[in-house]
């Protein structure tokens, strides 16, 4: 039973460039989260998709966008990066809806770095 | 809005020994889930042990057990016969039932003296 996983495991950007992150979801969940980490912070939740639709979005600017495929697999996107972007992105994968555990499991993360 | 507070940045515990980490949060909110969450150097958060507000009991998971006090609005979990293997950082989380963000707190360092 696969994990949740995410792709790239690291990734170099340089100040204005635009960045995608990707995500497959633990087999049998449907529901797909986006954290941010900095250095020696919890994680900042950033948005979720749910059947293909934004279900709820944390503070965070325009700039952060994603998507959901039918899949279920996500992607993060990040337009005109800042050098506070740089984090490590963390995907967590749930069941929602009646039987769903809301319990979360997270991917490896993807660490970015902005030059 | 809700809030997740860990007091204790770093702590320390001798192999084999008993260790507790504290949470508190501040909710209005009767309805929601609390969460450890286990995040070794490599960076994957590892969930360690879930708690729904509903229950009374305590949740219990192998050596890792909480003390939820629900009125006090705390949420501590126990670390039995400690291993080097729980040497990581340790996150308390706030999930609102109907709401779909962890929520959290700053994380406590823990490291296991052989």
């Known amino acids: 039973d696969a994990g949740v996983t995410q792709s790239p495991t690291h990734l170099i950007k340089t100040r204005g460039q635009q960045v995608t992150l990707r995500c497959s979801p633990k087999?049998?969940?449907?529901?797909v989260s986006w954290y941010q980490q900095a250095l020696g912070q919890g994680p900042q939740f950033i948005f979720q998709?749910?059947?293909?639709?934004?279900?709820q979005r944390g503070n965070f600017p325009d700039r952060f966008s994603g998507h959901q495929f039918p899949n279920y697999s996500s992607e993060l996107n990040v337009n005109a990066l800042l050098l506070g972007d740089s984090a490590l992105y963390l995907c967590?994968?749930?069941?929602?809806?009646?039987?769903?555990?809301?319990?979360?499991?997270f991917g490896p993360g993807t660490r970015l770095l902005v030059l | 809005a809700q809030t997740v507070t860990q007091s204790q940045p770093e702590m320390s515990v001798q192999e084999a020994e008993t260790v507790t980490l504290s949470c508190t949060y501040d909710?209005?909110?009767?309805?929601?889930?609390l969460f450890w969450y286990k995040q070794p150097p490599s960076r994957q958060m590892i969930l360690v042990i879930r708690?729904?507000?509903?229950?009374?009991q305590n949740a219990t998971e192998n050596r890792f057990s909480v003390n939820f006090q629900k009125a006090a609005k705390s949420f501590s979990l126990k670390i039995s016969d400690s291993q080097l293997g729980d040497a990581a950082m340790y996150f308390c989380?706030?999930?609102?039932?109907?709401?779909?963000?962890?929520?959290f707190g700053q994380g406590t360092e823990l490291s296991v003296k052989p």
């Open positions: 998709y749910y059947e293909e639709e934004e279900r």
């Open positions: 989380a706030f999930l609102y039932n109907q709401g779909g963000k962890l929520i």
């Open positions: 087999s049998g969940h449907d529901t």
């Open positions: 708690q729904e507000a509903y229950k009374q």
């Open positions: 967590a994968s749930s069941l929602a809806g009646t039987g769903g555990t809301e319990t979360q499991y």
């Open positions: 909710t209005s909110e009767s309805d929601y889930y």
